[in-house]
């Protein structure tokens, strides 16, 4: 029984050491979900080759006011989609379009909405951005006309995106002062 004390004992010294050792690996990925930000920071340094990490970290960005990063972050996300051939790259296009049309930078936002459609034409989201586009431009009509056009399309599957597109367009009949139709 000497033998089976020192196996016993080579088994709980063995466990312990294993126990310790995932201890310390857990401290180590606990401070990478620190936050959103270090997260996705991580993500992108051991996945710099997908765009989705990138589209991710801008929202972050987004939610968090800090604008600059944010762009920053779709940028980059756009262009590692273009390296790699992603589908991303249309995610990366609208929420960078729309960030400019939120803070009303039309030149940017133009040139994001020309480079997405030349991309995807027939994304709903080209004419969503489109709409908004014309509403801040004050075409209402026009953001109206793009507006039904993303409503009939059929391609709108998340009711989500459905109550935006009819909220817009609500706006812009109300600006029109239809207040029937908004």
Known sequence: STKALITRR?????CVLILTMLG???VKQTAKWKDSITL???????????????VRLGHSYLNMHNYQDAERSYLEAIRVAKT???PQLSEALYRLGFMY???QKMEEAQNVISEFEAVSKKDY????????YSYLTDNFPQAITFYQDVLTSGQISA???????????????REMGDFQKA
Do not use: E
């Open 10 to 14: 080579n088994i709980v010294v063995v």
């Open 24 to 26: 310390f690996v857990t």
């Open 40 to 54: 996705l920071t991580a993500i992108i340094k051991d996945h710099p080759d997908s765009p989705l990490g990138y």
């Open 84 to 86: 790699v051939k992603s």
């Open 101 to 103: 049309l939120l803070h």
């Open 125 to 132: 989201r080209v004419q969503t951005l489109k709409g908004y």
């Open 159 to 173: 009711k989500y995106d459905q109550a935006q597109i009819i909220t817009l367009a609500g706006d812009a009949y």
